[in-house]
């Protein structure tokens, strides 16, 4: 599958890579917001206040008595543990912490915190304590599992009452002997460090593609709302006349529908691919207000990339940018989904860009309409690759139509740049670099990266570094596919923005994680990654789309 449209968009977010320095992936990541004005657009939702939410003094969400883990399909922790772990022991030489990792902000509204860690040979027992000073106790767990997460009750209380607190987690094992009813050896202390709830939700839903493989026989587009445990099957093939494959993917910004690319080969789709916009209540239909000429636009083969802003989209201004070969040369071009012809210059057009001859990109659009950044080099293929590793990020005006001049937001001598994303509020912009002169497409090297919106200078997210216990590093895990939560939201004089991506950290297959990003007096902080569990896990996950979606009920 050399280029397949669905690889190219799955990958091609996942093709970035770069090679900067290394924040710790223990604490926040800062960057500051020179030359931003962090505007507040469509996308921020009103300021939040927690005194409704912070009890008076102390809440007792976690029980004075500790949680003996009774794992499905394992052996329960010993009603003796408590006292098996009553002394201090080692200061180390216990399990490490895969996640959360240490330094994490989950919002409030996130799955579970689920406690994952490795564990020493022969270690079969393990406490797990969570200290914060909102809370009257310490939540202590037993288990011989290397796996909890969190009662739905607890995080419900703390989610609630210890908003904005260090939460502190300690892990400790133990080389337990039933017989004995004693242990061998231990207890051994590991990892030891703090989380944090932020006073802000994650809005939004996220949709994203399963390639092939891990179990997975044919493409398809599955999701999720924010907090969900579950996935829902979201479009496939089969619904599609003539399609064996779907691919990049977005949401029309009234939620309503999803907007994939086609293709009738399933191992190749990056030259015959087209459009189709289907609804999200009934995967056969399409909106009511496509007409026949964008029917026939949308039919156009070698069509990727495709974006909307919720600025154009309302009746008699439905518009869709996507990237489309004209003369062998890649352009952004626009669509009128109400044409009345499919003529050039009526029903669709080239986008100007006057001042930049290269080839255009995985354009994406500004929520407020008014501009689109994307990547520009020498010759980019299905929309998002740059096979020479040449591109730079460039913004446009959309200008009615009209474009305008274009100018470069970001260039790095030695990385090319690539895959932009505005934020909720249009103040950051998200992207996918790798090594200059290396291929954008799948390449392990890809990690992202953020840059103000009206320019300045880049910075690498810690959320690009995995926990040391997961095995590999980045650059090298294939960190992708940015795109930003639907909404940035203020509170106490911060903004929270959530940022999805994919990685093959851990087992080596791309999964979905979550990247949070707080902006505080013009400098942004960012944080590790939040695994998103609820996914299957040895399925391949890529190219999040974290939109509006209005996901069936089944």
Request: hydrophobic share 40%; glycine share 12%.
């Amino acid at each position: 599958m050399r280029s397949s449209f669905l690889f190219v968009a799955l990958f091609l977010g996942g093709v970035g890579g770069w090679a900067a320095a290394c924040s710790s992936p223990e604490g926040g990541g800062d960057l500051s917001l020179t030359g931003s004005d962090g505007g507040a657009g469509d996308g921020t939702s009103s300021e939040i206040s927690l005194e409704d939410t912070a009890p008076a003094g102390p809440a007792d969400d976690f029980p004075a008595s500790p949680i003996l883990d009774a794992p499905s399909g394992g052996t329960a922790a010993p009603k003796s543990a408590p006292s098996l772990f009553a002394a201090a022991g080692a200061a180390s030489g216990g399990p490490c912490l895969a996640e959360p990792q240490v330094g994490s902000l989950f919002p409030r509204n996130f799955l579970r915190p689920r406690f994952r860690f490795m564990a020493p040979t022969g270690h079969n027992l393990f406490e797990i304590r969570l200290h914060t000073e909102a809370e009257k106790n310490d939540l202590v767990v037993y288990t011989t599992a290397t796996t909890f997460v969190l009662p739905t009750e607890i995080w419900s209380g703390i989610s609630a009452h210890a908003i904005d607190k260090p939460i502190t987690m300690t892990v400790r094992s133990g080389a337990y002997d039933a017989a004995t009813d004693k242990l061998t050896s231990g207890p051994f202390t590991g990892t030891t460090g703090t989380f944090t709830i932020a006073p802000a939700e994650a809005t939004g839903t996220i949709v994203y593609w399963v390639a092939p493989g891990g179990g997975t026989a044919l493409s398809q587009l599955k999701g999720f709302t924010v907090g969900d445990e579950s996935v829902k099957d979201v479009l496939d093939p089969s619904k599609i006349a003539g399609s064996k494959c779907v691919g990049c993917h977005t949401s029309t910004p009234d939620g309503k529908n999803v907007a994939t690319s086609s293709s009738d080969t399933p191992a190749d789709g990056s030259g015959p691919a087209w459009v189709e916009i289907r609804s999200l209540a009934d995967p056969t239909a399409s909106p009511s207000f496509l007409s026949a000429a964008a029917k026939t636009l949308l039919q156009r083969r070698d069509q990727h990339a495709l974006a909307f802003s919720k600025a154009h989209w309302a009746a008699g201004d439905h518009v869709m940018l996507s990237a489309l070969s004209i003369a062998g040369k890649r352009e952004i071009v626009w669509t009128d989904l109400e044409a009345t012809s499919a003529d050039q210059g009526k029903g669709w057009d080239v986008l100007p860009r006057t001042g930049d001859a290269n080839a255009a990109g995985g354009a994406a659009w500004s929520h407020d309409g008014t501009k689109i950044v994307y990547f520009s080099a020498p010759a980019i293929g299905a929309g998002l690759i740059d096979s020479a590793g040449q591109s730079d990020l460039f913004v446009v005006p959309y200008g009615d139509k009209k474009g305008g001049a274009a100018t470069q937001l970001y260039k790095d001598a030695a990385t090319a740049s690539f895959y932009p994303q505005f934020s909720a509020d249009d103040a950051l912009v998200a992207f996918t670099r790798v090594p200059r002169g290396e291929s954008t497409y799948n390449n392990p090297k890809a990690e992202i990266m953020l840059v103000p919106a009206a320019g300045g200078t880049a910075t690498r997210i810690i959320a690009n570094d995995p926990s040391s216990c997961v095995g590999g590093a980045s650059p090298g895990i294939t960190n992708s596919w940015p795109k930003w939560s639907p909404a940035a939201t203020p509170s106490g004089g911060k903004t929270y923005y959530w940022l999805t991506f994919s990685s093959t950290r851990g087992a080596g297959n791309p999964q979905l994680y979550v990247a949070p990003i707080v902006v505080s007096g013009g400098t942004v902080t960012s944080y590790p990654a939040l695994y998103l569990w609820n996914q299957p896990a040895a399925e391949h996950n890529h190219t999040p789309a974290w939109d509006v979606f209005a996901l069936p009920v089944k």
